[in-house]
């Protein structure tokens, strides 16, 4: 969340320079909303200081100064109620405006302003037409959208044998490599989150239909930034505590309904799936640095199962709410012939610090300042199985699994069982 000083100073900048991101944020509302609220409370001290210089004149008051207080008394209180009012609407429009995109952000519309950055790997060229992992998964036996339907609808996949190893397997891949050579500390966290948490990291209120809701009015996690990133929620950080940084492998759920129609066949986009995901605290000074050391540790993962990709840095009409700038990787599919997202590493600079109350003290006894999180998927479990399966497949319909993936697979290669 932005300040409500930086909101009234910087308003209409935003919406000049920015109203792809801006427009449709009510952003113009908080202003109106602002000046009326502002007027009331200006009212309400004039109100008061009129009440607190009758009430200091000594000795029996005047009837007309018994009815001016009594009128001031009723006056005071509507204006009071006025205020509250004024101040929920005001709090409401505020958590529905996204964070300011950093100055080196690509200015655009959309997707398509967004600015590729570097890539890795060359797409392999095959000497025969690649498969999708729709038809691969199916044939080998170690996917099954049907039954995955059938049991809980679309965007669910069953996985078996060989399948559910692979997804294993990655898992620990990942979580080795961020954990044991990256410094994540580990963490395994509820799956179900409170409404404060996901306050906390942006997903509530303005995207309440993307989640599931339980009837206990817990949250099933879209992602594990919401907890990973509430760990430290209303807690003042110690001098030394920072940099923290955390790693989590966790199922995520979304509901997906700004998704509608977008990705139907395939694993690309699930209502239940599986990542590793790491977050970092820092200090402001720190995060830009940190944005790109964690992009890195999400590219590792990519680099070392040798699986092409590039980096793209979102423009302003593709950012996500509570990023101030972001990162995507992109692997390449070749039964797709294209990039797709595998991975989105931000800096959400001290937007979600806010929200979520998390401070630190820079020395004993100082004023407490908000940190800066970060956050990033390292990786999503099922596309990066989705890219194994597409990039490493063979002509007669096998799987050669990657030299780095083989200690934690335990075979070579997948082939009909």
């Known amino acids: 969340m932005l300040s409500r000083e930086f909101l009234r100073e910087n308003a209409a900048t935003?919406?000049?320079?920015?109203?792809?991101?801006?427009?449709?944020?009510?952003?113009?509302?908080?202003?109106?909303?602002?000046?009326?609220?502002?007027d009331d409370v200006t009212r309400l001290e004039e109100k008061r200081r009129r009440r607190n210089e009758l009430t200091a004149v000594r000795g029996k008051p005047a009837p007309e100064v018994v009815l001016e207080m009594k009128a001031l008394k009723e006056e005071i209180r509507a204006l009071e109620e006025e205020t509250e009012r004024a101040d929920a609407l005001l709090l409401e429009v505020e958590t529905g405006?996204?964070?300011?995109?950093?100055?080196?952000?690509?200015?655009?519309?959309?997707?398509?302003?967004?600015?590729?950055?570097?890539?890795?790997?060359?797409?392999?060229?095959?000497?025969?037409?690649?498969?999708?992992?729709w038809d691969l998964g199916p044939a080998l036996g170690i996917l099954d959208f049907e039954r995955g339907a059938k049991l809980a609808g679309a965007r669910f996949t069953v996985l078996k044998g060989a399948g559910a190893r692979l997804s294993r397997a990655l898992a620990s891949f990942m979580l080795d490599l961020q954990v044991g050579e990256h410094g994540y500390e580990e963490v395994n966290p509820p799956l179900l989150n409170n409404a404060a948490s996901l306050f906390g990291t942006g997903q509530l209120p303005k995207f309440e239909s993307d989640l599931f809701r339980t009837r206990e009015s817990l949250y099933l996690v879209p992602t594990a930034e919401v907890p990973l990133t509430n760990l430290h929620r209303d807690e003042i950080l110690e001098p030394g505590t920072l940099p923290l940084r955390y790693a989590a492998y966790t199922p995520c759920f979304r509901a997906e309904a700004g998704a509608a129609g977008r990705d139907t066949r395939g694993m690309i986009r699930q209502h239940q799936f599986e990542k590793v995901e790491i977050v970092m605290l820092t200090v402001p000074e720190d995060s830009d640095a940190a944005l790109e050391t964690l992009t890195g540790h999400a590219e590792e993962v990519l680099r070392r199962l040798e699986l092409p990709y590039r980096v793209v840095t979102l423009s302003t009409g593709d950012l996500g709410f509570s990023s101030a700038k972001s990162h995507d990787l992109e692997v390449w599919l070749p039964g797709q012939n294209a990039y797709r997202e595998i991975s989105s590493c931000s800096n959400c600079e001290s937007f979600q610090a806010r929200r979520a109350n998390i401070r630190f003290r820079r020395a004993a006894g100082q004023k407490p300042e908000f940190v800066h999180t970060l956050n990033g998927s390292g990786l999503a479990i099922g596309r990066t199985l989705v890219a194994v399966l597409e990039n490493y497949q063979r002509a007669d319909g096998s799987i050669e699994i990657p030299k780095a993936l083989r200690p934690h697979f335990g075979a070579d290669e997948i082939r009909r069982g």
């Open 14 to 38: 935003l919406l000049a320079e920015m109203p792809e991101r801006y427009a449709e944020s009510g952003i113009e509302r908080f202003v109106e909303l602002d000046l009326r609220r502002r």
């Open 97 to 133: 405006i996204p964070n300011v995109p950093q100055a080196t952000v690509p200015r655009g519309k959309d997707e398509s302003a967004n600015r590729e950055e570097r890539r890795s790997g060359e797409p392999r060229k095959f000497d025969f037409e690649p498969a999708s992992h």
